[in-house]
């Protein structure tokens, strides 16, 4: 193949991508006029509850996560750091990180549900089950370990492991850190199955339960839902990559 | 002063017991979930469950008040599956490795930090949202729902995955590799192609294969595109069922309890075992 083709290629994938993302774009937008002519309807209706259900979810959700992946890896990172348990933690988080969320989704129902009841606490705690491996996983891969000598040089001043975490480790990895958290917040926000099964009532399980309705306004609204997630998941993962910036790719 | 120690050193004991009680309170949920998935799983494991299409409601009622097992399988899922993947790796695959070396080439240009802010966008779109568009574009116009459409839905989803995998493979490379390449008298072509993608193989086949791995658990944009079916097809114009949307739909059947547990276990290890192949590929366990 000659040189040119080959780079007219790669140029091609790039402008394809474009307009996949300009379409996509376009295709939501265009869907979701309709309803913007009836902003009475788009007020008046549920939509709005629907927003706050997924919102005040995602934040539970990341908040219940947080500790508890804080906690796996610190183990990974600093107190086990280069030992077996480490390493085996972190090949189950890689593992577990792709568990389909329909698994997750029909577990909940069957064990959990009987337990704590049909409410925003169990999808907010499954959820976050879900999410620890995630972004472990993101945590081990992307935040930088921090430098071994620096660590070394306040033990030496007689620091405990608290005082080095607190003081060292964890003012080094705040960026990482809320990337992380920004980026499992988007990928709670998509969610679908795990909220359709136990709760229903968010962004993404009411597009799943009433999607293909022949009402204009409604799937007008439908889409105008899906936008406004689109808004939020795109602000939420790019402000994550520019806190990354400086480990990510460059 | 010693005093001042023992009370520093008990906080840290303190401490250091309150993440190892987190962490170990964090895998309580998957040992719960594989534990409960292998109890109340294995029993309808048997040949017939590989080779048989899914049972209709009415079977399964009969059979579970005369207190048998199950008829039927997942056959129809696992073809399903295999067609819509294969669909979706087949679009996104080319595609994302193309993109990911375009990004590879042009690391300095003023547009490189626009394409990583669409790409991690991309990444973000809900499946749901992808399987609306695809909707959109491929169901209502054609006024049918279709393997296809499914697979171009997965495949939305894994294009930016793929992108990143490969150019996190392409990124561990020796920085100079190309100049080097270049110096021997290959041109770009020659580089990319005997050079490049060679050493970036393994690493390359392996995100692949993860992003497989997450598209065959994908449900929710699958049941409005491939819509389902209860027999084995091979058109992709056609609606297929794939593993996970025949866990949706016994998951609706209150009788097929059993088959739910199955299938979330058949699906539960595929993915883990795709993973594991994934894994040992790129640690190079197994050469490709």
């Known amino acids: 193949m000659k040189d040119k083709t080959f780079k007219i290629l790669l140029f091609l994938s790039a402008i394809s ?69 480490a390493s085996t933690l972190a090949f189950v988080m890689d593992l577990f990180a792709y568990i389909p969320s329909v698994v997750w989704g029909v577990w909940a129902y069957y064990s959990l549900r009987p337990v704590f009841g049909n409410d925003i606490l169990l999808v907010s705690i499954v959820l976050a089950a879900m999410i620890i491996p995630y972004s472990v996983y993101i945590c081990v891969n992307y935040i930088p370990l921090v430098p071994r000598s620096i660590k070394e040089g306040a033990y030496c001043l007689g620091a405990t492991r608290l005082e080095v975490l ?37 962004i993404t399980s009411v597009i799943f339960n009433r999607f293909g309705t022949n009402n204009d306004l409604e799937s007008g609204a439908l889409f105008a839902l899906s936008l406004f997630l689109i808004l939020i998941i795109v602000a939420v993962n790019v402000a994550a990559r520019y806190m990354f910036k400086k480990h990510w790719h460059e | 002063m010693s005093r001042l120690k023992s009370h520093r050193i008990r906080i840290d004991r303190l401490v250091f017991g309150g993440v190892v009680f987190c962490a170990v309170l964090a895998i309580c949920p998957l040992i719960g979930l594989i534990f409960d998935l292998f109890v109340n799983g294995y029993k309808q494991i048997h040949f017939d469950f590989f080779i048989q299409v899914n049972p209709t409601p009415e079977e399964a009622r009969l059979f579970q008040s005369a207190g048998l097992l199950i008829p039927g399988g997942i056959l129809n899922g696992i ?30 240009s003023r547009f490189s930090n626009f394409f990583h802010c669409l790409i991690v966008s991309l990444m973000g779109i809900p499946a749901i949202i992808a399987g609306m568009i695809v909707y959109l574009w491929m169901v209502e116009p054609f006024h049918s729902f279709s393997a296809l459409a499914g697979g171009v839905s997965l495949a939305i989803v894994m294009l930016p995955m793929i992108i990143y995998s490969t150019l996190d493979a392409l990124n561990t490379l020796p920085a100079n590799m190309k100049e080097e390449g270049a110096a021997l008298g290959g041109t770009y072509t020659n580089v990319i192609f005997l050079i490049i993608l060679p050493a970036a193989k393994d690493k390359i086949i392996s995100g692949i294969l993860v992003a497989a791995s997450r598209a065959v658990g994908i449900t929710s944009p699958l049941i409005i595109t491939a819509l389902g079916s209860s027999e084995v097809r091979w058109n992709v114009q056609e609606p297929v069922s794939t593993v996970s949307m025949l866990l949706w739909n016994f998951f609706n059947n209150p009788s097929m309890v059993d088959m739910v547990w199955t299938t979330a276990l058949f699906l539960f290890l595929t993915v883990i075992v795709l993973n594991i192949i994934a894994k040992s590929i790129y640690h190079g366990q197994i050469h490709t």
């Open chain 1, 17 to 85: 991508i474009l307009l996949l993302s300009g379409g996509m774009l376009y295709s939501l937008i265009a869907e979701s006029l309709p309803v913007f002519g009836h902003l009475g309807y788009l007020v008046s209706g549920e939509w709005f509850s629907y927003i706050g259900y997924t919102l005040l979810i995602a934040v539970l959700a990341l908040a219940i996560a947080a500790p508890f992946s804080i906690s796996l890896l610190l183990i990974y990172a600093e107190y086990c750091s280069g030992k077996m348990i």
């Open chain 1, 166 to 202: 607190g003081t060292i480790c964890f003012p080094f990895m705040t960026k990482g850190l809320i990337a992380a958290g920004f980026l499992s917040l988007g990928k709670i926000l998509g969610e679908t199955m795990v909220v359709t099964i136990l709760f229903g009532k968010t």
């Open chain 2, 79 to 108: 073809t399903g599956s295999f067609s819509v993947v294969a669909i979706a790796v087949l679009i996104a695959a080319p595609l994302g490795i193309l993109m990911a070396l375009f990004m590879y080439d042009d690391h300095s």
